[in-house]
């Protein structure tokens, strides 16, 4: 997600901006992920093989730390809310205090039509990262459009760490130390609340 073009724009243009809120969702129907496969026979469905919604969508928290650093408090709650014959959670919802924000985070396995977005509430509107779209909404409602074929963004992924690599200047943008952070961030530990 750090990569595709509706990203690199958001990340562009949000030192210009003054969020007070910022709303995140990705959800999709788990049984059309992969044509052709009964989806209760992937990890994704199956808590013990590593599955479920808060880890399998790792990726929204990724970029939300990636824009607003690590959050003062979380507060998770997760399960299995939906019809899907699966063991592992279908559903998870933060709400995280930033400083100057508050981030609401929603992940699910059930939701009829593919979702993937942010939402900036801020001074003078609403700015709205469409990642299936390919759309940026800017607070005037100003649409850019930024949809591009799906390789360009791992082409960029790897364009970066070959430069990294041969440079070896400066701190990872993802740093092991940043990874776990996250990772954590996404299981809920250390967050407040009700653990799922």
């Not at 799906?150 to 990874?179: C, K, Q, W």
Request: hydrophobic share 35%; proline share 5%; charged share 25%.
């Amino acid at each position: 997600m750090r990569w595709c073009g509706t990203m690199v724009a958001l990340r562009q243009l949000l030192p210009l901006l003054r969020p007070y809120s910022a709303r995140v969702i990705c959800s999709s129907y788990l049984p059309d992920w992969r044509p052709g496969v009964d989806y209760r026979t992937v990890y994704s469905a199956h808590k013990d093989m590593g599955g479920g919604v808060t880890i399998d969508l790792i990726h929204e928290w990724d970029y939300l730390v990636e824009l607003f650093g690590l959050p003062e408090a979380v507060y998770n709650f997760k399960g299995t809310y939906s019809h899907l014959e699966i063991d592992s959670d279908d559903l998870s919802v933060y709400i995280a205090r930033y400083p100057k924000l508050l981030a609401e985070v929603h992940l699910d396995y059930f939701g009829r039509g593919y979702r993937r977005s942010i939402e900036l509430l801020c001074e003078h509107g609403t700015v709205t990262a469409d990642f299936g779209a390919g759309t940026l909404t800017l607070e005037d409602g100003t649409v850019q459009h930024h949809d591009e074929p799906v390789n360009r963004r791992y082409e960029r992924e790897m364009e970066y760490f070959v430069d990294y690599a041969l440079t070896g200047s400066g701190e990872s943008i993802n740093p092991p130390r940043m990874a776990l952070e996250v990772l954590k961030l996404t299981l809920g530990e250390g967050a407040q609340g009700v653990p799922g």
